[in-house]
T-cell receptor, first 115, second 111 residues
Framework: QQPVQSPQAVILREGEDAVINCSSS?????VHWYRQKHGEAPVFLMI?????EQKGHEKISASFNEKKQQSSLYLTASQLSYSGTYFC????????????????FGQGTILTVHP | NAGVTQTPKFRILKIGQSMTLQCAQD?????MYWYRQDPGMGLKLIYY???????DKGEVPNGYNVSRSTTEDFPLRLELAAPSQTSVYFC??????????FGPGTRLTVT
């Protein structure tokens, strides 16, 4: 079952902040965030693992609530280049912890930043 | 490095035809993935591979087959194309199971 993202769309002016949420009904091993611009391939933003480890771009921050199986992506001081569709991808635990990057993606959140 | 490359960029198939979507990476990544993305939707995993000779099904494998004879190449085979397979297909690779690097995609239309 795919994770649920909210909101479905966000419109901002440059400099404003936004939060995108991702919620799963399954226990998670990791949460991944990607941004996709129209007509392009998704680009990796961040990964958050069960246990607190995370890796991602310096200007992007996110959180992972393991008890609630929820993750949030925080976009601060937005720039025009932040526009695009943001996807969370969730990974459930496999036999050895990871399930080899088998991600289930949400439906996406469309972010539009205006000057 | 060219990264992840996919060919062709566009293809129109007639119902019942077959084709192979090519994917190659020059980063020596062990992990590779095939996704499809329908208009306005998220990505769905078709197949994945953890190394040469090892592949496994993802969420939506029906109607597709893969092989991984080398680390670099991970072709996706469509047999007996159906209109439901009209989609954009992305191949991705990963060095560590953390970040995935996506190719530019193949836009396939089945009519």
């Amino acid at each position: 079952q795919q994770p649920v993202q909210s909101p479905q769309a966000v419109i901002l002016r440059e400099g404003e902040d936004a939060v995108i949420n991702c919620s799963s009904s399954k226990a998670l091993y990791s949460v991944h965030w990607y941004r996709q611009k129209h007509g392009e391939a998704p680009v990796f933003l961040m990964i958050l693992l069960k246990g607190g480890e995370q890796k991602g771009h310096e200007k992007i921050s996110a959180s992972f609530n393991e008890k609630k199986q929820q993750s949030s992506l925080y976009l601060t001081a937005s720039q025009l280049s932040y526009s695009g569709t943001y996807f969370c991808g969730t990974e459930t635990p496999g036999a050895g912890g990871t399930s080899y990057g088998k991600l289930t993606f949400g439906q996406g959140t469309i972010l539009t930043v205006h000057p | 490095n060219a990264g992840v490359t996919q060919t062709p960029k566009f293809r129109i198939l007639k119902i019942g035809q077959s084709m192979t979507l090519q994917c190659a990476q020059d980063m020596n990544h062990n992990y590779m993935y095939w996704y499809r993305q329908d208009p306005g939707m998220g990505l769905k995993l078709i197949y994945y591979s953890v190394g040469a000779g090892i592949t496994d099904k993802g969420e939506v494998p029906n109607g597709y087959n893969v092989s991984r004879s080398t680390t670099e190449d991970f072709p996706l085979r469509l047999e007996l194309a159906a209109p439901s397979q009209t989609s954009v297909y992305f191949c991705a690779s990963s060095p560590t199971l953390w970040e995935q690097y996506f190719g530019p995609g193949t836009r396939l239309t089945v009519t």
